[in-house]
Nanobody, 118 residues
Framework: QVELAESGGGLVQAGGSLRLSCAFIGNTFAEYTMAWYRQAPGRQRDLVAIITSGGSTNYLDSVKGRFTISRDHLQNTVYLQMNSLKPEDTAVYYC????????????WGQGTQVTVSS
């Protein structure tokens, strides 16, 4: 069983920075691809950034160069560093863990609100 505990959201002015953290509570962190998604009101949930166990990353085009995803295998934590934030980045951000062994095994955090004021 896996649980994901997110933290780090909040209110920031445009141009500011925030760092989201997602603690992976379980003993198989290395067996999961980790990702951050976001969902704004009335919109679908979009993949923002993804990182494999080996450290390969990919990003939503609109956040490339501004956001950085990373993972710490000692702390079992994944991070999303968000710089140069824009009002359109406002959303609830969700941490996701996807098993690399079992396709149907996926877990979600409870979500953390990020609000960027103009």
């Amino acid at each position: 069983q896996v649980e994901l505990a997110e933290s780090g959201g909040g209110l920031v002015q445009a141009g500011g920075s925030l760092r989201l953290s997602c603690a992976f509570i379980g003993n198989t962190f290395a067996e999961y691809t980790m990702a951050w998604y976001r969902q704004a009101p009335g919109r679908q949930r979009d993949l923002v950034a993804i990182i494999t166990s080996g450290g390969s990353t990919n990003y939503l085009d609109s956040v490339k160069g501004r956001f950085t995803i990373s993972r710490d295998h000692l702390q079992n934590t994944v991070y999303l560093q968000m710089n140069s934030l824009k009002p359109e980045d406002t959303a609830v951000y969700y941490c996701n863990a996807q098993s690399m062994k079992i396709a149907t095994m996926t877990y979600w955090g409870q979500g953390t609100q990020v609000t960027v004021s103009s």
